[in-house]
């Protein structure tokens, strides 16, 4: 019988990675074509791998919750009725046949795929998939790996200026001790001052103590950590607060929230109202709804809000997507669907992608001021707090206002706190503009 290997399939457009979380059989099983073989996550989501073949496990190929690039042979099995392949002639001719004529070149079997070299380097297919899709010669990426490989890393990473050589300034000579005594000091240009070292990481060793218990990280967990430096490291976050009012808008849901359950099956939370109000914010500044990418800033065309959905483990951002193109109940719906979804673990990397900016419903666990962490490549967040009862002083007086912080963090590359504020300026706008007659539909 025939010996075949399972290879990571694609899991999506923009996935080139993913890592082996469960295998669902072991060596010596029998399976039939089509039977899942083994859960990966990638992005977050979890997906079976069915079998290609019906036969008998052999063994696995990769570690459980390694990162592998996709295509990868992850398994082999021994694939039933399948002829065997032909053994190589020194191994099963007889010595005392003697050919009459030379023999023919005994075929190689196709090795393992194997990274493309360019330039007498090797690189993993992710980075080669990951380099020609953002257009980046790999000659002039810096490899921080071990033996100076380059990772995917150095590549999102990667920017002209970064890599490209940095001489240091020469030394401007003295010619005469005229210029020397006369000449008034200045401050060099900022591109001509030579970037200092960047020290080394620092290793801080951690001794647990004797009742601690070590547990390792799996895969959605290290995807999640993955994202969260790439962020925090990539992208320069500001932040800002403002107050809203929005009296008028508890008025309305609490008016609705009845009908609606009886109408619509689904309860009505705020939170619809708000992503309606982001939106609309969002279509009148479209510099909100962009991206950083290679020097460029990328102006989404769609309104794909991603919103923050946490299970007991995880977080998740599942995107509604044209959220522009939605009223309060259709957004509503939405919400409910992917809070479904995430919930029984069916999210799938569609619905994942293509987020444009965030909203995160902070305040569903009381807080009253947070700093969210970009949704990368996103230019910004939004964090939504709790809704609270507030004495607020007006023009007429002093009146009992529902209250509550909106909370923003931008990407300081493309965004400054003129654009974020007016921004956030027209999101308490529309909030402050929903009346008890507003329609949902």
């Not at 080394?200 to 999640?224: C, Y």
């Not at 009223?327 to 999210?347: F, M, Y």
């Not at 809704?387 to 300081?412: E, P, Y």
Request: aromatic share 6%.
């Amino acid at each position: 019988m025939a010996i075949e290997q399972i290879l990571l399939p694609g899991l999506g457009e923009s996935v080139h990675e993913a890592s082996i979380i469960n295998w669902l059989v072991k060596p010596g099983d029998h399976v039939k074509k089509y039977d899942p073989l083994a859960e990966t996550v990638s992005d977050k989501v979890t997906t079976e791998i069915p079998s290609n073949f019906a036969g008998v496990i052999k063994a696995y190929l990769v570690d459980l919750d390694k990162e592998v690039p996709i295509g990868t042979p992850i398994m082999s099995i021994e694939v039933e009725g399948a002829a065997s392949a032909p053994e190589p002639a020194a191994a099963t001719s007889s010595p005392a046949a003697q050919p009459a004529s030379p023999p023919a070149p005994v075929p190689i079997p196709a090795a393992p795929s194997k990274p493309s070299a360019t330039g007498g380097k090797r690189f993993s297919p992710a980075v080669l998939a990951l380099a020609e899709e953002k257009g980046i010669n790999l000659n002039d990426v810096i490899g921080t790996g071990n033996n100076g490989r380059i990772t995917r890393k150095d590549v999102l990473n990667y920017t002209p200026s970064a890599s490209a050589p940095t001489s240091a300034p020469e030394p401007q000579p003295v010619s005469d001790a005229a210029q020397a005594t006369t000449q008034v000091p200045t401050a060099p240009p900022a591109s001509a001052i030579p970037e200092a070292p960047k020290p080394a990481p620092e290793t801080i060793n951690f001794e647990p103590g004797i009742h601690d218990q070590i547990v390792p990280a799996d895969g959605i967990r290290k995807t999640i950590a993955r994202h969260m430096v790439q962020s925090a490291t990539e992208i320069p976050h500001a932040w800002m607060l403002v107050e809203a009012d929005v009296t008028n808008m508890v008025k309305l849901r609490n008016r609705m929230k009845d009908n609606f359950k009886q109408q619509e099956g689904i309860s009505l939370s705020y939170f619809p109202f708000f992503i309606k109000a982001v939106v609309q914010a969002l279509k009148k500044h479209p510099k909100i709804d962009t991206s950083w990418q290679d020097g460029n800033i990328v102006y989404h065309q769609d309104f794909n809000i991603s919103i923050a959905v946490a299970t007991d483990d995880y977080l998740y951002v599942p995107v509604i997507k044209h959220a522009d193109q939605l009223s309060i109940t259709g957004i509503a719906k939405e919400i409910n669907r992917l809070a479904q979804l995430t919930r029984a673990g069916k999210l799938t990397s569609a619905d994942m992608a293509d987020g444009t900016f965030t909203v995160n419903n902070t305040g569903s666990f009381g807080s009253v001021a947070s700093m969210g962490i970009i949704n990368y490549p996103q230019a910004a967040i939004m964090q939504v707090e709790s809704i609270n009862k507030k004495l607020v002083v007006t023009d007429d007086g002093i009146k009992i206002a529902d209250m509550v912080n909106l909370c923003l963090s931008l990407d300081h590359r493309i965004l400054d706190g003129l654009q974020a504020g007016r921004f956030m300026n027209d999101v308490k706008l529309n909030l402050s503009q929903y009346n008890i007659e507003s329609d949902l539909y």
